[in-house]
């Protein structure tokens, strides 16, 4: 059994991974740190749990948490998490980190966009970026993977075979992307509060969102050139899910079937991808770890659709996927 | 034109007012208070104002509200508002008191329920409660008037007429209620998150909810004893809307037609109270000053179902037809 | 491995019933029938499954089934689902039967509600009543099962241990209910058009549920004389879930430790009812087979709160926990 | 006192310009149709009405519903509304159609979208488009005005402006809009099911939504050039609302200033939209006829953000709006 933690037990993304570990064969929850000293048990931090999982969280220490497990999960805020990754290598976990800081490879983008110097910058660009479908011979055995956010899954697993392949420009993308409330934490604001979002709708971080660098960094690599993504989010009366309309400029003339094509070889023998003819919609793949993707020419322009659960695909089965290919096991286990 | 202030200008129940007085032909907005110093505008805490109302919030003592308007409508919480209310009213000014303040008569049963010695405890007898439907003469030219809870609003208008007819024992009543969340406030709290609330039911404050003294009261004068009912509120995941469902026994054997018979004469002339055979819902009424009422007899109990927009009828909407009455301007100005 | 097969397989319930058997280790799924003959994919009916199972729906006879399954879960509506029952039992086969044909022991009283008389009345009183953690032992090994109706699940397991006790009183219990609009089904209708049933609520078919004999009858058992519940549904704007909050008077003064501890000591061992202090909600249990039930007494009244899924626990789950003791498989395979 | 009658007055737009038209000062309704010829009440169809109007709904030709009319709403389906229209001007009533008949100028273009002649095509390029802020003096006075699209709305008052000054380039333009589903009529069908549109999000008609014609139409005469827009509309989880994110080329650098400053400009003197410095959400415009709209500028491009009201702004109130030009009453009355 592999003996696993995770830090900052208390979110959903958490609670999310908790879910999924308890199905998976090989994994045994040995930690759960929290910054809260009063060691609150699962269940009173996530009832859902009730009776599943008899711990407590704690305010652990990376050498304390090292002493009980192998594999750590990190949820910690950007920064802090860095902090902690470094520790926990040293000691001899290995990690899947769910914050941003190991996703860029730049650390002056990431000063740019976190307002904050890394504080690890060497193992920036030596972190694979935990997108299996892109980067799984990286993943694959790695000792530190960098858990990807979940508006770059969605907006990446479209448009990235499609500059791959050459079909489209890297210029002037624009991803117009949708998700659920849950992706915004459950730390309670007033934008989040039910009267305020509840049967409303909004763009936020218009071309300000520090996903943006993500999306460009990988897309850039499979472009061979910069691209300069314009990203709009947006929030939706919903619980979970996102869907991204991302808008291209295809090199020469296209049809959707084209386009389709290219997707459809990339993802052939991918067990999480499902690229369809039909336009998808969030519900057919939430609670699951699958992302459905088509397209269209529109007016000559590619418009692809993808569809992902920003809690599973867009994070914790992410990282259930990348502990699998880390640990050489099957990748689907506990994703099905 | 009557000059009308809001004190307590930043929450729903203010927003809503306002968005009333805003039609009133013979309201002139013209003072809005807040604690915050910063003098924010309307437009800033109300958006959905943008345009329509150039006032700012400014954190006036009550004495500089009574120099700028006639009558007062109070969104203040409990025991602050008693005390603004006493000078307010010795200044010259009427006032709509959305607090609890002045809804219970007994000072002992306020210290009770509320945990604090009423600040203005012989007034509270004397204050008539804005239901107009039952108190309307006590209400027509009054200085002071107790806007109700929107709890007891639906529940009291469903079983008041048929203890009054002594069609319903006062015994063993059960007030079964389901309230959308707006009825919660404005104040983020984790309970009322969206990712919490949305796509969830709960009961809460069973047995302990602040308005069973209150509908208890009311039912009690109509039944000539004490009441004593079983109150149980429910969080339903919409916006606005409560939804009352409420058991009696019957005195004698008794059905449905009988019942709504009773309900009927009472309600015959009302402008606001809409007795239907049908079985309400809460979106007929959404955005109105409507209550709608049933009753079904189902194994010999009496069920009777009520519907308000817990906002309006339930608060605003009250507060304006009590506001009407106070004048002695036509009852449904503003709120058709 | 057991080959599984589905009757009626494009509703809801069927399709979390597919979605539960993918997980199972014993299960191999077989045959899925329809009345439409164009021969479906489960991806046309069910796209959630998109890649998952590689099955079309059939027309098929009972006979046909038979000869590709050995058990069959029967989602067919009331009647057309005791027709093919027959066939199949005949044929060698066992069967989960969703509808509600042998839930009821006397063929009167389903007559009465269901208004058809019942093509196989012999065999009602001797089928059990698919509910565990009441009736486990006539559930191992049994050829058929009725799996209970949804609301009966919530309502039932929270009150049948109080009447046992001797706790409350058969006589004047009040059962409100609330349900998402998933218990509805798939066929699209006017109540449940989105516009039409979001931000709305609703009782309906108060004091006409079909639900209420089912319930009358179980309890009725435990409190060896009738009941005569009064049975009140609500429709809430969410998906999923079942809140029942149930009131019934004590047979001589009690208090809420006492009640819960009847509860506890009814249900310590199962493993899907967790007897709590807080008060349940039902995303706590959304998408598993949990039941979560407390007590309180207010104003002397008993009254107790219970939350499932009635997708799971008031349906497929359900039918999943019944598989797993009639073939003596651990109870919860699949469910956890 | 204006005799007005609404045609096909069950859907959701008749329903909102009941309760508009009810608190008109200078309309009396007097006559509703629909095919049934069961003459039901307005109670009947629209509940939230139950009190307000005593009518029924009647199986009248056009010439009835001339001799009880002045102005005639209609809200009929395509090619039936032309029918309708041309009979009831030649009986000398006004009209305001909903219907998409009179929107476009090329009975062509119209074959080619909504397939089918139109029989009335003569009086297409005369019939002035009814958006007051860009069409205003065509529509005062006039007999016949096409009451626009909810999209088309959104889009145009946001880009038109652009194109008009020249700071946007006609081609390449994108519009990424997202609507409520009571946009989708009141018609209940697997799509707008409760259980399959609530909490999900989806993308539709890509490339194939009847309002394009209509938006390339108006900004084409706007940028003096065709424009062919990329329009893909976008299925939310709440009742009513469109919010549109529109994405443009500049024809020079441009940053935000500089475009709100264009926007500011044009609508100065426009009761019914604000422009805004803020990011809008469909809240703040829900219920009410104002359009709220802001730029940015990201990467390059114009992005702006333009949210209304579907039913309001989008369908009724703008047919008030066009109703009170007709007239020479003031343009806000009844909207506020």
Not at 309 to 328: C, E, H
């Amino acid at each position: 059994m592999i003996r696993a933690a995770i830090l900052g037990a208390t979110g959903y993304t958490a609670r999310e991974l908790l879910h999924l570990l308890l199905r998976h064969p090989e994994v045994e929850i040995t930690a759960l740190t929290t910054r809260q000293e009063t060691r609150p048990s699962v269940a009173e931090i996530h009832p859902s749990l009730r009776g599943r999982l008899d711990l407590v969280l704690e305010n652990l220490t990376p050498t304390e948490v090292a002493s009980r497990a192998d594999c750590v999960f990190g949820c910690l805020p950007h920064a802090a998490s860095a902090a902690a990754v470094s520790e926990l290598l040293a000691a001899g976990c290995r990690v899947v980190d769910f914050s941003a800081d190991y996703r860029l490879n730049d650390p002056k983008i990431y000063a740019q966009w976190y307002k904050v110097e890394h504080p690890d910058p060497a193992r920036m660009p030596k972190t694979p970026y935990g997108l299996p479908e892109l980067f799984r011979e990286s993943i694959r055995g790695a000792n530190l993977v960098a858990n990807p956010g979940c508006y770059p899954t969605a907006a990446i697993l479209a448009l990235a075979p499609l500059l791959e392949a050459g079909v489209v420009s890297p210029r002037g993308i624009v991803i117009d992307s949708k998700s659920g409330v849950s992706g915004a934490g459950r730390t309670p604001k007033p934008a989040f509060h039910f009267p305020e979002c509840n049967e409303n709708l909004a763009a936020y971080a218009v071309g300000q969102h520090r996903h943006t660098p993500e999306i460009d960094q990988v897309l850039g690599t499979y472009a061979d050139v910069e691209t300069n993504v314009v990203f709009t989010p947006h929030l939706i009366p919903m619980d979970r899910g996102i869907l991204t309309t991302a808008y291209s400029d295809p090199v020469e003339e296209v049809d959707a079937d084209a386009v389709l094509g290219v997707l459809r070889k990339k993802y052939q023998d991918e067990p999480f991808v499902r690229v369809i003819d039909e336009l998808p919609n969030t519900k057919n793949v939430s609670g699951t770890n699958f992302c459905e993707v088509t397209a269209r020419v529109v007016q000559g322009k590619v418009v692809t659709i993808s569809v992902i659960d920003n809690l599973i695909k867009g994070a914790s089965g992410a990282a259930v996927q990348n502990f699998n290919l880390m640990y050489d096991l099957p990748e689907t286990t506990a994703l099905l």
